[in-house]
């Protein structure tokens, strides 16, 4: 081959890759090179891989130049971590927690976006789907209940609990199981809920007596859902989404009521690095094709976007059919954010802490219970002044609705020591649960003497 001739064909190549140097360093790039151009997405997420990879598989189909990296965190730790600054630089949260969204609000850690809702939401009487200042949205809605394994209480010949009311019962003495809320962000949203349906003091009485059933309380929420499914529980509190298990026939849940309904979020944050990517996916997550995926199987979420609605899909949706029968009403996430933090304390000194103690009172008081007659005055003296020393806390209703005294649990997010003010309330607490649980036990000898 000709010598001059290749030497002309380098020369041209050599002009050409010089052409393309200086088209990129003065940023006017031909539109096919943009389009092979990557960008990243960095999220953090409470939903596990299950969750979450069937829409990172569908967005990379819709979006294959943006690179997705996903980090799965506790909400209490990822709302902390973003707290302290967002230091990894997250571009999104996404989580089921409403108090999450609204505490990372407060705390001045979500950007508003730039672009609005470009797909309709579907509306409900008193209740707003995304932020109406624009720092969150929603995309699926949930709610809260039980989970029960049938064999497993066929086994026990117990009937499966048909009310919140129904899992105080001593039939399910070592039959329940939950998590913390301080552990679990889906957790909280039970609690809270339990105390915005049944008022703060009642809601409360609850709590404490249904503690002296559970076996254990899990490190994670997603352990309830696995020892109900495997047969080791019988109930289990769970929130939807965990609840559901289509996989497992014996599995069955069940909607606490009304229907506390609360919108699972999206949001924007601070301190990113890729906001366009950022809005890129959260328009994805509203729009037809991230909507869609909240129908698989596995996933089984209710949409928010009127436009699944009027395909009629949902019809045949639990939670969706609540909703039409007017027996949902809206979570106060505003009021839960107030007092996220308190809740949570006083969770953990109540019933945590005490959980061995409790059961051990409760068993001391169903064994009496089948000793003597069901209308023996003294043992229901006994009996009545045992519950009431049991389901009591020192904080008011109108001390959980004060921003001053909740600032004081303010550091279970910053991670910082206890201030003396807090080890003062919770010195108060624990000299409160053990005048009481001491009080308790002498009842309970004096009928065992008697």
Not at 100 to 120: C, P, S
Not at 360 to 365: D, V, Y
Not at 382 to 405: A, M, N, R
Not at 417 to 430: C, N, T, V
Request: proline share 5%; glycine share 6%.
């Amino acid at each position: 081959m000709n010598v001059g001739f290749l030497r002309g064909v380098r020369y041209v190549c050599w002009c050409m890759v010089g052409v393309v140097c200086a088209l990129l360093f003065c940023g006017i790039v031909p539109a096919a090179a943009k389009a092979v151009q990557s960008s990243s997405l960095r999220i953090i997420t409470s939903y596990p891989p299950d969750f979450y990879e069937p829409f990172i598989e569908r967005f990379k189909s819709l979006h294959p130049e943006i690179k997705v990296s996903i980090l799965n965190k506790k909400t209490a730790s990822a709302v902390a971590e973003l707290l302290r600054g967002n230091n990894r630089n997250f571009d999104v949260f996404w989580s089921s927690s409403p108090d999450a969204f609204e505490i990372l609000k407060q705390g001045n850690m979500l950007r508003r976006t730039e672009r609005a809702r470009q797909y309709k939401a579907m509306r409900v009487e008193g209740f707003s789907v995304d932020d109406p200042d624009g720092y969150f949205y929603g995309f699926a809605l949930s709610s809260v209940g039980w989970m029960w394994n049938d064999s497993y209480l066929k086994n026990e010949n117990i009937d499966a609990p048909k009310r919140w009311q129904d899992l105080e019962d001593s039939k399910y003495y070592s039959h329940v199981v939950m998590s913390t809320p301080l552990r679990s962000g889906t957790t909280h949203l039970i609690v809270e809920s339990l105390l915005q349906k049944m008022g703060w003091e009642k809601g409360w009485a609850y709590l404490l007596r249904m503690s002296g059933n559970l076996v254990t309380l899990s490190a994670r929420s997603f352990s309830v859902t696995e020892g109900v499914k495997s047969g080791l529980y019988g109930v289990g509190l769970v929130i939807d989404i965990l609840g559901r298990a289509p996989d497992v026939k014996d599995v069955k849940f069940r909607y606490g009521e009304p229907v506390l309904l609360m919108p699972a979020g999206i949001g924007a944050l601070k301190n990113s690095v890729n906001s366009r990517e950022a809005e890129i996916f959260i328009d994805f997550m509203l729009s037809p094709e991230g909507q869609a995926v909240l129908l698989k199987p596995q996933i089984r979420r209710l949409p928010v976007a009127q436009q699944m609605y009027d395909s009629g899909k949902l019809a045949q949706s639990q939670l969706f059919k609540l909703i039409k029968e007017g027996k949902a009403k809206p979570y106060n996430s505003s009021l839960s954010q107030v007092r996220y933090n308190l809740v949570n304390n006083l969770f953990e000194e109540f019933i945590t802490y005490k959980l061995l103690e409790r059961r051990q009172l409760w068993k001391r008081l169903l064994l009496l219970e089948s000793q003597y007659a069901a209308n023996d005055p003294y043992f229901l003296s006994v009996k009545k002044k045992t519950h009431s020393l049991l389901s009591e806390i020192p904080v008011t209703y109108k001390q959980s609705l004060d921003p001053v005294y909740n600032a004081i649990f303010f550091n279970l997010f910053t991670g910082t020591p206890r201030s003396p003010e807090q080890q003062q309330q919770i010195e108060q607490w624990q000299q409160f649960i053990e005048k009481r649980l001491k009080k308790a036990n002498k009842l309970l000898d004096s009928v065992q003497r008697k």
